[in-house]
């Protein structure tokens, strides 16, 4: 069909349709759930305060009520109280650990981008081999050798989650140097250093935090996993991948709501991040197909 | 050109790809090499474990001096690794029995959950991705979509602590973990499958949607390719039209990312093998990292690292070999 | 030609007189793009007979391919297909084309009834499959013997040896002679061949238009969609001229090479390198967005001021033409 491939938006329009395209009741429900999550979770020491280490033995795994909207655990402490305390640590967690990928991986595919070469070659092969580490074990070794803390789950998830970050500035950066503007920059006399910061970055930035946010997901599980496995934060404090852990004990003696709370809190925001995301890179570049992997 | 012909460069591939990983390896393991270094914790106590509070400050010695610990720390390195390529993997601190016997005994067991679960997530998003896909936008089609967006958030220990509460707990029919009945003296194949049947559900439900909604697009965008449409003109029946044709050309970049998508199956086996308390490598690991125990946790990265490079290797030779277009000895 | 095949057919004067085997009424296809709709085929009416060849000539980005693909029901999901295409069947009911869906397009018709030789050779063949097991596949889901497969190939001018190589080992006139193969082994009562030459030098094209001729002289039907007018003037029974989506002139070939009534037409057998070899001026028009008068207007000698506010009639004069001011001199009744 010549006559059709004459006129790519024709196909364009075709293959729009593989997108994810979240209808517009979604992306506002998807919005409210993440304003509430994010809201939720900063005001929450206000106006509904936990002590940490509070237990009430005497009411341990009772069911779900109005008194215990998502029941008790074996300690008898209220879930949903917990899992808002869960979430604002996991949140606070994934969102610094997003952060430092996001500066690690714009470093490294910064100076690849614009290095190119060798450099950028050698640097690629690196992130290439650091990424058929099962990214799990060597987080779990980070954290094995840091000891468990705040500090260590942060540095096991930024230290393994940024080389999809600097494979995107890379990219973003070598499509850009071919790109008519830089030349012209360049012919005009502006140094490197000028292109990079006046020309480049403010392409790249967009890309960036997109990037970033849809890590936030992938920190806030890395984070769960961890403290799902005793490794990572202290036992005593609520958070998501904790609270399941515990509740896997009382699973078994049949209170399987202990796990349920953290269990949907993760899956509601990871699905709301991944919704107002899609949204956003159809915004960011309508021409690259976009793949909603998480 | 046979395909014989066309693989002959499989050998220098192979060398040239070597030559890439080793060094990057090489310094991967320094990395981690430091790090342990830079560890709080002391090998020496490690090693004696519950004894070193009772040890007297000689015998400690004593054990460092044994081992090297205060040795300068690019000599503890050298020996280190040139022991690992020697096939010495070293001493685990957290189960004290040598890190080989540690893997011999446990590596088989993650590694046939992890196969299974390769085999049927791969079985099924192929089918169930070109199915969706031949339909695009129907009914099928979107509610495979929804379904793999669901699943994809939801964490693989999540999961399975839900499959427990309803299949063995609420209903009954599976057990909730181990790999025989507590009740047997010996183990049998049927036994262990039976046990195997949700961890390997769960680890093959978690990683499908990745897989599912892949291939669903790759097959949607192949079925507007010239040469689907000509096959379809042809009138050749729908089924080889999507599964002769459309799948058969889609899969080839398939196979290179099934290569790279296998960490994250190897960290899913860990959590996996964790609900179930499978006696796999991820119980170990986990241990390993409670004691910090170097050793065994650096072979288990390295270890993995290296077999998930021969993995992705292995799928690009696949791909040479089942691309007619591509040579390898050019 | 074999007598035995002149015998069969009985068309003096390659004039076609049998039974309709294709009946278009009124076809359309509209694109919805992202923010416009594509105008790809407008109000087209044809008939095809068993034993005609009809050739569809025009310029590239007329509107033909995406006739082809809409007659088998191949467009992509943004298309939207109105009007009839009837296909008749001596021994079966009649089948509209555009509503029988595409389960029973894809059973009954495809192949066997409507065959199709895609446009771009290069891109209609599987890259992983060699060209006998494309046509293996072929000969076996309709019925026929995988050992036809050679005599196809040799048909076509296509050594079968050459068979056995991956289609990019092929050279282009190889490709294509190789997809024209695939066309005809279900051997269809009517093949659509979309620019079936491209690639070829002159004694294979030559070769394929004959091939072609052949068919239709025993009995069945050829729809060649060509933007070469010396093809269709070796081989066509009937011409329809294509521009911006429609049909402007419709007529037996010798009238229309001899007295062309359309000025378009006109202006296609000037740009003949044996003729005027001269180029018709200007562009066509985007189909998405035709003027509300004739399409051709812009680039016609004969225009007035009529042509660019009303669209033209259709005048039904010993063939179809539709024009405001045809040319109505020379042998044209």
């Known amino acids: ?294 | 050109m046979t395909r014989s012909g066309r693989l002959a460069g499989a050998g220098a591939v192979v060398r040239r790809r070597l030559l890439v990983a080793v060094p990057v390896l090489a310094a991967t393991s320094i990395g981690m090499f430091a790090l342990g270094a830079a560890s709080p914790v002391d090998p020496a106590k490690q090693y004696a474990g519950a004894a070193a509070f009772t040890a007297t400050e000689e015998n400690l010695a004593q054990i460092r001096a044994n081992w090297g610990v205060d040795d300068p720390l690019p000599v503890q390195y050298l020996r280190w690794i040139g022991n690992l390529v020697q096939g010495d993997l070293g001493w685990s601190t957290s189960r004290h029995e040598p890190v080989a016997s540690v893997l011999a005994a446990r590596a088989g067991w993650t590694l046939l959950l992890i196969g299974v679960s390769l085999a049927l997530v791969l079985a099924a998003s192929l089918l169930l991705g070109a199915l969706a896909a031949y339909r695009r936008g129907g009914l099928f089609d979107r509610a495979l979509r929804t379904a793999a967006y669901a699943v994809q958030s939801m964490p693989v220990f999540w999961l399975g602590l839900a499959a427990i509460a309803v299949f063995a707990l609420a209903l009954g029919w599976l057990p909730a973990g181990g790999l025989t009945d507590v009740t047997a003296t010996s183990t049998s194949w049927g036994d262990v499958a039976h046990h195997l049947i949700l961890p390997v559900g769960v680890l093959a439900v978690s990683q499908a949607p990745w897989f599912v909604l892949f291939v669903r697009d790759a097959v949607a965008e192949s079925m507007r390719d010239d040469h689907v449409l000509a096959a379809r003109a042809r009138g050749l029946p729908g089924r080889t039209v999507l599964f002769g044709h459309a799948l058969r050309t889609a899969l080839l970049p398939f196979l290179t990312l099934v290569g790279t998508h296998l960490p994250e199956l190897v960290g899913g086996a860990v959590l996996v093998e964790t609900v179930f308390s499978l006696p796999g490598l991820g119980a170990v690991t986990v241990a390993a990292a409670m004691g910090s125990d170097f050793p065994l946790l650096a072979a288990i990265t390295l270890v993995t690292t290296a077999v998930v490079l021969a993995a992705n290797l292995a799928t690009d030779l696949a791909y040479a070999a089942a691309d007619p277009r591509v040579r390898l000895d050019g | 030609m074999t007598t035995t095949e002149r015998l069969t057919a009985p068309t003096p004067g390659r004039r076609a007189v049998r039974r309709p085997l294709l009946a278009v009424d009124g076809l359309g296809v509209q694109f919805r793009l992202r923010d416009t709709r594509m105008h790809a085929v407008t109000d087209l009416n044809l008939t095809v007979r068993a034993g005609e060849l009809l050739a569809v000539v025009g310029e590239s980005g007329c509107g033909k391919s995406v006739l082809a693909h809409a007659l088998l029901g191949l467009l992509p999901g943004n298309a939207t297909v109105t009007g009839h295409a009837v296909l008749h069947h001596p021994d079966a009911d009649p089948v509209d084309l555009v509503t029988c869906g595409q389960r029973h397009l894809a059973r009954r018709v495809r192949g066997r009834r409507v065959g199709l030789v895609p446009q771009s050779p290069a891109t209609a063949l599987n890259p992983v499959r060699t060209g006998r097991r494309l046509l293996t596949e072929t000969l076996r889901a309709h019925g026929r013997r995988r050992e036809d497969g050679d005599q196809l190939a040799v048909d076509v001018g296509l050594d079968p040896a050459d068979l056995d190589r991956y289609p990019h080992e092929l050279s282009g006139g190889m490709a294509q002679r190789l997809v024209t193969a695939l066309a005809l082994a279900p051997d269809p009562s009517l093949l659509i061949a979309d620019e079936p030459t491209t690639g070829l030098d002159r004694p294979l094209v030559d070769h394929t238009l004959d091939l072609l001729r052949r068919r239709c002289d025993e009995g069945s039907a050829v729809v060649l969609i060509t933007h070469d007018l010396a093809a269709a003037q070796r081989v066509a029974d009937t011409v329809a001229v294509m521009y911006a989506s429609r049909i402007v002139e419709h007529r037996d070939a010798d009238q229309l090479f001899t007295a062309p009534t359309h000025p378009y037409a006109a202006a296609l057998l000037d740009a003949l390198p044996d003729r005027a070899f001269r180029p018709v001026p200007g562009d066509p028009p985007m189909l998405t967005a035709l003027p509300a008068g004739c399409a051709f207007a812009p680039r016609c000698p004969r225009r007035t001021d009529i042509c660019a506010s009303q669209p033209p009639p259709t005048a039904v004069t010993g063939g179809a033409v539709a024009c405001h001011h045809p040319i109505t001199t020379g042998a044209v009744t």
Not at chain 1, 34 to 59: I, R
Not at chain 1, 253 to 263: I, N
């Open chain 1, 1 to 294: 069909m010549a006559d059709l491939a004459a006129r790519p938006a024709l196909l364009r329009t075709a293959r729009s349709r593989l997108r994810l395209r979240p209808g517009q009741a979604g992306v506002v429900t998807a919005g409210l759930v993440l304003v509430v999550a994010v809201v939720g979770s900063l005001l929450a020491p206000l106006v509904w305060p936990l002590d940490q280490s509070a237990v009430a033995l005497d009411q341990t795994r009772s069911a779900p009520s109005w008194a215990h909207l998502a029941g008790t655990d074996d300690l008898g402490r209220d879930v949903a109280h917990r899992a808002v305390y869960g979430l604002r640590v996991s949140l606070l967690v994934g969102a610094v650990a997003a952060l430092v990928a996001t500066v690690l991986g714009g470093v490294v595919g910064g100076i690849a981008g614009t290095l190119g070469g060798r450099v950028d070659r050698i640097l690629m092969r690196v992130v290439d081999t650091i990424a058929a580490m099962p990214h799990l074990l060597l987080g779990i070794f980070i954290v094995a050798m840091l000891r468990p803390s705040l500090g260590a789950v942060i540095a096991s998830v930024g230290l393994t989650h940024w080389l999809s970050t600097a494979r995107i500035v890379r990219s973003e950066l070598l499509s850009l140097r071919t790109r008519p503007f830089v030349d012209a920059a360049i012919n005009g006399g502006a140094g490197r250093r000028r292109v990079l910061v006046r020309h480049l970055l403010p392409h790249v930035l967009p890309r960036l935090a997109l990037a970033t946010t849809l890590m936030i997901p992938h920190a806030v599980w890395h984070e769960t996993a961890l403290s799902f496995l005793g490794l990572g934060l202290p036992p005593h404090l609520a958070s998501l991948g904790n609270m399941i852990n515990d509740g896997q004990g009382s699973l078994l003696t049949g209170a399987w709501w202990a796990s349920l709370a953290p269990g949907a809190v993760i899956v509601v925001v990871t699905l709301a991040i991944a919704v107002l995301a899609a949204r956003w890179r159809d915004r960011l570049d309508p021409r690259v197909r976009a793949e909603l992997h998480l």
